[in-house]
């Protein structure tokens, strides 16, 4: 049961992160991770409900789960949203690591940066030099995410053994693409002035 506790956690923060942001919920939304939490252990064929998730999420990066998380105590009450200026910081930060990935993933560069992972140090000592920067910045919510994603490595709390897959997976560069988006149609329509 102890392996799968990145599966529930992530069906629990998921599942409150969607389900919080319906206004007929609101009054509820103390009550929703709680409820989330005994959801997530209902068998359903010998596999936990939660389990079922994995298979479309697989194993979230530990910075998902701390941004999923942070959504989750804003939606509560419990932190102040991110203010534009750091929210636009993270949004880069992990983009940036994405264009750095993922075309090599995907075989459209016979460079093949995931391989760091695995030998981390050099990426390691550049990770903790953008976490110091942010932090002079103030960002300590992409603080937060490159600080627990490294200390997670370290501790080895994922099956997997590449630092990458710590940091960063496919639901956390589509939110970055699309809250990004977002944000530069915002900002091209501000100072458009409509």
Not at 5 to 28: A, D, E, K, N, Y
Not at 69 to 95: D, I, K, T, Y
Not at 172 to 182: E, F
């Amino acid at each position: 049961m102890m392996m799968l506790w990145q599966t529930h956690l992530t069906f629990i923060l998921l599942g409150f992160v969607l389900l919080g942001s319906l206004r007929c919920l609101q009054s509820w939304r103390p009550w929703l991770l709680p409820g989330l939490a005994l959801v997530s252990f209902i068998p359903l064929n010998d596999l936990p409900l939660a389990a079922y998730v994995r298979s479309f999420t697989d194993d979230l990066a530990i910075s998902t789960l701390v941004l999923l998380g942070w959504v989750s105590l804003v939606r509560l009450g419990l932190v102040e949203p991110q203010e534009p200026r750091a929210r636009a910081q993270m949004l880069v930060l992990f983009g940036l690591l994405a264009a750095l990935l993922y075309p090599a993933t995907m075989g459209l560069t016979y460079f093949d940066p995931y391989r760091w992972g695995f030998n981390p140090r050099p990426m390691i000592v550049l990770v903790a030099l953008l976490a110091l920067g942010l932090l002079w910045l103030r960002n300590t919510l992409a603080v937060w995410m490159l600080a627990l994603g490294t200390l997670a490595f370290a501790l080895r709390l994922k099956a997997s053994e590449n630092y990458w897959d710590y940091l960063i997976d496919p639901l956390l560069v589509g939110y970055c693409l699309v809250a990004g988006s977002v944000l530069c149609v915002k900002s091209v329509k501000l100072h458009r002035g409509q």
